[in-house]
């Protein structure tokens, strides 16, 4: 079975500073997503950023970026210039590609509460 | 985008009664809902997936009885929580698939918090 791990259960930056979160998974399959999920305070879950294990390019959105790195299993998301909005819990998620429907939940990390320093 | 309405965003009730909380897909079509369950400070906990027009698929440790789920369209999954106990408050949230091109991505509901008195 497929598990993620987030070793960092908290994180704090200094706004407009760079952070990095970690994010490690175990799977034998070859082909999958990842993704990073924010989820602020409002409690909705919003796409961070997503990423197809066969692309080796590291997916990027404005300031947040992925390093995704497929021998070691690790997929860190970078947040660059922090802003007091990013305050929030961010989660790692593992998708299986193929399957049953019920193959496509999401597998969750235990995330990280991001912390923003003004 | 893809949205998906959850509600009611917040909910009390009393012990014993039974609670609906409705999750839809406004402009797609969802061919599988998940249903989870967030306690404070955790992750998501998945409890059911439900496909339209069949039973859904609950894990292991979650009572179908307690928790039930209906997925009667392509747009509109039910989570009804009965004879809810204070033990049952928790975040409630839902997640579709599209059934459009598989992009991977699920897209979520606000979430509902229950409160049971």
């Known amino acids: 079975a497929q598990t993620v791990t987030q070793s960092q259960p908290e994180m704090s930056v200094q706004e407009a500073e760079t952070v990095t979160l970690s994010c490690t998974y175990d799977?034998?399959?070859?082909?999958?997503?990842l993704f990073w999920y924010k989820q602020p305070p409002s409690r909705q879950m919003i796409l961070v950023i997503r990423?197809?294990?066969?692309k080796q390019q590291n997916a990027t959105e404005n300031r947040f970026s992925v390093n995704f790195q497929k021998a070691a299993k690790s997929f860190s998301l970078k947040i660059s210039d922090s802003q007091l909005g990013d305050a929030a819990m961010y989660f790692c998620a593992y998708r299986t590609v193929y399957g049953m429907d019920s193959n496509y939940q999401l597998i969750w990390g235990a995330g990280t509460k991001l912390i923003i320093k003004p | 985008g893809a949205v998906v309405s959850q509600h009611p965003s917040w909910v009390i009730c009393k012990s014993g009664t039974s609670v609906k909380i409705e999750c839809r897909s406004l402009?797609?079509?969802?061919?599988?809902m998940f249903w989870y369950r967030q306690f404070p400070k955790q992750s998501l906990m998945l409890m059911a997936t439900?496909?339209?027009?069949?039973?859904?698929?609950?894990e292991q440790g979650v009572e179908k009885d307690k928790f039930l789920i209906n997925h009667a369209s392509l747009t509109l999954s039910t989570l009804t929580v009965t004879s809810a106990h204070p033990e049952d408050s928790s975040f409630y949230i839902c997640?579709?698939?599209?059934?459009?091109?598989?992009?991977?991505?699920?897209?979520f509901g606000e979430g509902s918090r229950l409160t049971v008195l």
């Open positions: 997640s579709a698939r599209a059934r459009r091109v598989d992009t991977g991505e699920l897209f």
């Open positions: 402009d797609f079509q969802a061919t599988t």
């Open positions: 990423q197809e294990a066969y």
């Open positions: 439900s496909n339209e027009g069949s039973k859904a698929t609950y």
């Open positions: 799977t034998s399959e070859s082909d999958y997503y």
